[in-house]
């Protein structure tokens, strides 16, 4: 399980830069794609990030 937000940071810088569709859209009010971003850091620690931890990180970062 990783539980530490110095790992999983890096992972969401990449995903939002990846993904700037989707977060112009959450920003514009879907916040359901907070989910999908959850979706793909699972994904790419291979289910290992801590889930709480991961929304919480990814909605202060989407939100700023």
């Known amino acids: 399980m990783i539980s530490d937000s110095s790992s999983i940071l890096p992972i969401i810088n990449e995903l939002i830069n990846e993904h700037p569709n989707e977060v112009q859209a959450f920003r514009n009010g879907k916040t359901k ?6 979706g793909q ?7 290992k990030a801590d889930p709480k931890l991961a929304n919480k990180l990814l909605a202060e970062k989407l939100n700023s």
């Not at 794609?33 to 959850?38: A, H, K, R, S």
């Open 33 to 38: 794609l907070l989910g999908f971003f959850v």
């Open 41 to 47: 850091l699972m994904k790419r620690t291979k289910g």
